[in-house]
């Protein structure tokens, strides 16, 4: 089960005559590989429904399109300009007041268009942090087909998804995500007999250093990144740090497409010797090669 699985709980509370809630649960994906993502990790999701009145004091004003023609970047097919906007409004003003409360008033953040499919128009919540944009939560409208579904179709309304381990790696001072699966004691105790208001700056665990192997290799037209992220993360496990694209080449006179890829490999507790990383490395290409269909170079 990916990320979706809880999309679809959202529905089955709101059939239940819910119009506000929150979700926590265990989401998996496919995705790039570096210190910031993980095939699994925690999320909270939130749900919030309006009535036409809960928006607007004039009843005249319109929400739902009498003639419903097509979606646009703006809104989906079913809701007016004003109606969009105005939920639009509400969702920004909450969870950036939900930033400020958890990371400070003083931080710095950002929107950036997205796309969910669940939700239309989408956003992600960025703030700054060492100098670097980094995506806190991923939100928008919800497709109006849902809550038709669901039996809730005069309500409009929002929702949001944020990582907790990400949210966690912020507030704590955690440069990788993979040190939420260690069982290091020097990790744990850390955070024993602390609660949530109590500030803790995580001392670094891991002090060795990481290995670096390249791998190049010619890719077919059904050739996707994520299935080589997810190849590798099935093959190397924790041992991998991050997977990196250095370069694309095409052939000048054949066509033929190249990728390369830097991997990086860094154990949390041990250092790794290149012979160790080596052999996972070699299994990395045989399995590549077998799995999908790439040509090592």
């Not at 669940?118 to 497709?143: A, Q, Y």
Request: net charge negative.
């Amino acid at each position: 089960m990916l990320r979706a699985h809880m999309t679809a709980h959202q529905v089955e509370l709101i059939k239940m005559g819910l119009d506000n809630f929150l979700m926590f649960g265990d989401v998996y994906r496919r995705d790039e590989i570096d210190s910031t993502h993980y095939p699994v990790f925690h999320q909270c999701d939130a749900v919030r429904l309006f009535h036409k009145e809960q928006l607007f004091d004039l009843i005249q004003t319109e929400v739902f399109e009498r003639n419903p023609s097509s979606e646009n970047k703006l809104k989906q097919k079913e809701h007016t300009v004003v109606a969009s906007r105005e939920i639009e409004q509400q969702l920004k003003v909450t969870l950036e007041g939900l930033a400020r409360c958890i990371f400070g008033n003083d931080i710095e953040c950002r929107w950036v268009d997205a796309y969910f499919p669940f939700t239309h128009p989408s956003w992600e919540l960025e703030i700054k942090r060492n100098g670097n944009w980094l995506e806190v939560l991923g939100c928008g409208i919800i497709r109006q087909a849902i809550l038709q579904q669901a039996g809730a179709d005069d309500l409009l309304g929002w929702a949001f998804g944020l990582g907790l381990d990400r949210l966690a790696m912020i507030q704590y001072s955690i440069p990788d995500i993979r040190t939420f699966w260690m069982k290091d004691p020097g990790f744990l105790i850390q955070f024993h007999n602390k609660s949530p208001q109590d500030k803790v700056t995580y001392k670094e665990v891991s002090i060795y250093p990481p290995c670096k192997n390249d791998i190049s290799f010619w890719i077919n037209d059904g050739f996707e990144d994520n299935n080589f992220y997810s190849l590798v993360r099935e093959v190397g496990g924790d041992l991998i740090e991050q997977v990196q694209l250095i370069d694309k080449f095409t052939h000048p006179k054949t066509g033929r497409k190249s990728r390369c890829y830097t991997i990086v490999y860094r154990h949390l507790e041990k250092t790794l010797t290149q012979a160790e990383v080596n052999e996972v490395h070699k299994e990395i290409e045989k399995t590549a090669e077998k799995v999908l269909g790439v040509t090592i170079r």
